[in-house]
Structures are given as C-alpha cells and as structure tokens.
Nanobody, 125 residues
Framework: QPHLVESGGRLVQPGDSLRLSCAAS????????IGWFRQAPEKEREFVISITWDDGFARYADSALGRFTISRDNAKNTVALQMNKLKPDDTAVYYC??????????????????WGQGTQVTVSA
C-alpha cells in the first residue's frame, strides 16, 4: 500500500501562494488517484482536488477552481498542490490521500483508504 507524507504547510497571509507536497513511497502509485482533502476546526473533512496518476486528469472542488492546481512528478513520486490567492477560509489541515482507480473516483473521504498525517495551513493577517 502507498505510504504518503505531506509537507509545506505554514502560516501565510491572505492573498499569498503556498505549495504543498505529497511524497508517496512503499509501492508504485500507478493505478491510483492522489487527492488532497482539508479539515478545518469543527468541520468535516472535505475534498479539494485530485489527480489520476497515470494520465494526469484533475478534478476540482468549487472552492479550488481558479486558485488551486495539482501536478505530479513521476521521477520523484510526488504530487504538488499549488494554492494561490489564499483566503482565511482556506485555513485547515491538508491531507494527501490515495485510492485505487479500479473502484472509481469518489469525493467522499471515507472512500479513500490511504492517508498521510496532514500538514497545517493557516491563512491569517
């Protein structure tokens, strides 16, 4: 099973950009979706964006459209989340997750079996 480790979270100001990284190890992530989810205090975990490793197809939550992008680096086995024009509402713990494509793509966190430990993003002036 893939082992996922997120990095890059920190305190930023509104309007800033931030790049998160998800490093995958343990097995090839060919045949997987890699997704980013986030969970704000006292809120449920929610889907942000995902990419199909094999063909690079991306899916976006409405909150991510026009501000966030996702990319993969085959050589490094990493997936990056580029976040621009950050808002205080983007404050959350951001998690990287993986799910096999054989079961289809779901936006619900409980359908994703593999998770990283999360990285905190705080957007505040």
């Amino acid at each position: 099973q893939p082992h996922l480790v997120e990095s890059g979270g920190r305190l930023v100001q509104p309007g800033d950009s931030l790049r998160l990284s998800c490093a995958a190890s343990g097995r090839t992530i060919s045949g997987y979706y890699i997704g980013w989810f986030r969970q704000a205090p006292e809120k449920e975990r929610e889907f942000v964006i995902s990419i199909t490793w094999d063909d690079g197809f991306a899916r976006y939550a409405d909150s991510a459209l026009g501000r966030f992008t996702i990319s993969r680096d085959n050589a490094k086995n990493t997936v990056a989340l580029q976040m621009n024009k950050l808002k205080p509402d983007d404050t959350a713990v951001y998690y990287c997750a993986a799910a096999s494509v054989q079961w289809g793509h779901f936006y619900y966190p409980d359908k994703w079996p593999y998770w990283g430990q999360g990285t905190q993003v705080t957007v505040s002036a």
